[in-house]
């Protein structure tokens, strides 16, 4: 038979021999309550988590950040009028978001701007986004500091191929006409690095065209949108600006829709939060594993490695007895997973990795870790739904 866990007490032997027909390489947990496991396969192998990884990014940035917690962005003013804007990385800072910052400046007096410049120091890296592929798809856009409408770029194509903005929230902005080129006509949902480019300078370059287009339209005359520039030492703070949204919305947004951008920003900010900025991956990793410490233990924790907050990366481990701790302590906010026949779940997703984790219809937590080439993950939760997920737990 499978394995049987009753509380703390294993099998020195894990059977999956009932699960050959869907497990080649992988294994599964399902909780008998919050204090032991009803049946397992292979808890404790080390597997790719990729997507259901955000989980324990949610979990750790609770710890250290708190759900009430809004990032924030920085405007400053020099004495030749140049507006500055300096990202903590909010991945929130929107279209709708710089309307409102928009109005806020025009509020207080500001009619004439020479030009705005984007500050992206407080962001470091020596190495690229772990995990993040050179595609031209939105879940490969990289991270910056200060980021507009997640580093992705909204458009029309007509036949000629001239470029309009596909939002109406958003304006048309010059940044859209370069990037159209090449496109067959149609709508499309663009990395800002789609044709290659540093990803700094490009994303410097669309904020400042947004946040331009926007105070024009708000009243404030803006002579000319820039790129890169650190904020001089004279200018003058105008006001911090704190996102609508607070990290408990944040974090409903990247495990609904699992966007790799928004949750690499939250596991960046909760190592600028501990260890100061510039964020960097490595402050981040630590600041993640020094959260999930002290939330599961050191001997939990030992089991899991998490390089990046999406689970982009192949280099993230986890086994699927760590998974089950870390669904225990996430269990108040389960309600943030969506929701699937009943269950409500975390999917992760790369090549030749398909993965689940969450809670079954009656509140039992489970996880699945497969990583291999056939892709079981619906078939093996049905049959754990049918053998554990009719007794609703309490």
């Not at 990032?71 to 804007?85: H, M, P």
């Not at 993040?132 to 580093?151: E, I, K, L, M, W």
């Not at 982009?312 to 389960?334: E, K």
Request: charged content about 20%; some cysteine; proline content about 4%.
């Amino acid at each position: 038979m499978f394995l049987l866990l009753i509380g703390d007490r294993q099998s020195a032997l894990t059977d999956c021999r009932p699960f050959a027909d869907l497990i080649d390489r992988g294994g599964f947990v399902v909780a008998h309550s919050e204090d032991g496991i009803l049946a397992a396969c292979n808890p404790e192998q080390s597997f790719v988590p990729a997507s259901i990884a955000k989980i324990a990014t949610a979990l750790a940035a609770f710890n250290i950040l708190g759900k009430d917690y809004r990032f924030q962005t920085e405007f400053f003013l020099d004495e030749l009028n140049n507006l500055f804007i300096r990202g903590h990385g909010d991945p929130f800072l929107i279209s709708e978001e710089v309307d409102m910052i928009a109005s806020r400046i025009h509020a207080l007096g500001l009619t004439e701007i020479r030009a705005v410049y984007i500050d992206d120091s407080l962001y470091r890296f020596l190495e690229n986004d772990p995990g993040r592929g050179t595609s031209d798809n939105p879940y490969d856009v990289p991270v910056t500091a200060t980021a507009v409408n997640f580093n992705t770029v909204s458009i029309v194509v007509d036949d000629k191929e001239h470029a309009a903005s596909a939002e109406p929230q958003t304006p048309t902005l010059p940044i859209m006409q370069d990037m159209a080129r090449g496109l067959a006509p149609g709508q499309y949902r663009l990395n800002i690095c789609r044709d290659g480019c540093d990803p700094a300078s490009r994303s410097a370059r669309y904020t400042a065209e947004l946040f331009s287009a926007i105070l024009r339209a708000r009243g404030v005359d803006v002579a000319a949108a820039y790129g890169l520039r650190p904020v001089p030492v004279e200018a003058r703070l105008l006001f911090t600006h704190f996102n609508a949204r607070t990290l408990k919305d944040v974090v409903y947004s990247f495990l609904q829709y699992s966007n790799n951008f928004v949750a690499n920003q939250v596991f960046l900010a909760c190592g600028g939060q501990l260890s100061g900025y510039p964020a960097d991956w490595k402050r981040a990793e630590r600041a993640v594993e020094s959260a999930l410490t002290q939330i599961l233990g050191p001997d939990i924790t030992a089991r899991v490695k998490m390089v990046d907050g999406a689970g982009l990366s192949r280099r993230n481990r986890i086994t699927a007895d760590a998974m089950l701790h870390v669904l225990n302590a996430f269990r108040p906010y389960a309600h943030l997973l969506q929701e699937k026949k009943g269950a409500r779940l975390k999917s992760g997703t790369l090549k030749d990795v398909y993965n689940y984790a969450g809670y079954l219809a009656n509140g039992r937590s489970f996880v699945i870790l497969l990583n291999q080439q056939r892709n079981t993950r619906n078939s093996l939760l049905t049959r754990l739904e049918a053998m554990y997920g009719s007794k609703r737990e309490h």
